[in-house]
């Protein structure tokens, strides 16, 4: 017989193994995680968006309704599981797209309730900080973490799984909002982002893009954009094919220039807070350049430096996983009446 919710936390006594669904944006993703082991990272991607130039909700949507099951059923198989050995079933419910979060937030709970399983809601931006406890080497607390997407971009003071604080964040655009839309004023595809990571290889970065001057911990980046497209414009009206003759120098400009306004507020973070365990996370986080950065800047300044695998900093469920096992722990769990929410606080 199915153990009851009310039992779950006698099971800390065993290896408790979460199932864990990811579906804020265009990812559907679905984890199993035994004791805090990754056993598998399940992610099917939704390529229709390439031809809009952007994520298309309604579109994201439906692909996650007709991803779900399928994207479940490989997770337990590749993790050698069954519905049988689950413990707990772990959920994003935001930030993100509330289309996107309904499907992956509906599926959770009826299989919850179909096995009398715990429900446990996870913040996706918490997630991809824990992200850095899929596998070791693990960071120590307290460490802060530079978690940059195309949707946010922020520096959060981690001093326990369950216990964060965003000191710094931006006030505008996103950090990969910018790599996306300054793709688009280039003419790439997207998403835009690993394209400038690659055309930027091998070119120096001669054009001066304006840092913005922002007080505290908080980054902008919309005066960024807009000097690119002015860039842009100014050139291109002189000589047409200036975009495609110099892409490589535009990219690498902008990427250092992104790169350089996120390292010099992670410095002075670390400073004013005397932490020496700095790490990167989110979509942004696979970028070279920054990956590069974060290295140096360990070195210069004598930080322990945690950068995770490429398959933990874009949207997965492996970090769901990792934050639900945390809440497990604490018998943190969730109601079967939760909702989504687009704009989760952190």
Not at 24 to 52: F, P
Not at 218 to 228: E, H, R
Request: aromatic share 8%; proline share 6%; hydrophobic share 40%.
């Amino acid at each position: 017989m199915r153990k009851k919710v009310f039992l779950a936390s006698l099971t800390r006594f065993f290896l408790p193994v979460i199932l864990a669904i990811e579906s804020s944006c265009d990812e559907t993703s679905v984890a199993v995680i035994e004791d805090g082991r990754v056993l598998s990272n399940i992610i099917a991607n939704q390529t229709i968006h390439y031809e809009y130039g952007g994520v298309v909700p309604e579109l994201a949507s439906r692909a996650h309704q007709e991803n779900i099951v399928p994207a479940t059923t490989r997770a337990l198989e590749y993790a050698g599981k069954s519905l049988e050995d689950l413990d707990a079933v772990g959920i994003t419910i935001g930030p993100g797209l509330l289309g996107s979060l309904l499907v992956g937030v509906s599926f959770a709970k009826s299989l919850a309730y179909s096995l009398s399983l715990p429900l446990i809601q996870v913040n996706h931006m918490q997630a991809h900080v824990l992200a850095h406890f899929a596998e070791p080497p693990y960071p120590s607390f307290p460490f802060i973490c530079l978690t940059v997407s195309g949707g946010h971009t922020q520096i959060v003071l981690v001093r326990s799984p369950a216990q964060m604080e965003v000191v710094g964040e931006t006030l505008d655009d996103a950090a990969g909002e910018a790599f996306d839309k300054a793709g688009k004023i280039f003419g790439l595809g997207y998403p835009a982002g690993p394209l400038i990571d690659r055309h930027a290889k091998n070119h120096p970065p001669e054009i001066h893009f304006p840092h913005p001057q922002v007080p505290g911990l908080n980054f902008s980046f919309s005066g960024l954009k807009t000097a690119v497209l002015y860039h842009v414009q100014q050139h291109t009206a002189q000589n047409p094919d200036y975009v495609t003759k110099h892409i490589g120098v535009l990219c690498a400009s902008l990427q250092q220039t992104i790169i350089s306004i996120l390292m010099k507020k992670l410095v002075q973070a670390a400073k004013e807070l005397n932490i020496r365990h700095v790490a990167i996370a989110g979509g942004v986080s696979a970028n070279s350049g920054l990956r590069q950065a974060l290295q140096d800047a360990g070195i210069q300044h004598g930080w322990e430096t945690f950068i995770p695998k490429f398959e933990y900093c874009t949207d997965n469920a492996a970090m769901i996983g990792i934050a639900a096992h945390f809440k497990y722990q604490n018998g943190d769990f969730s109601s079967l009446d939760i909702t989504p929410s687009s704009r989760l606080p952190f």
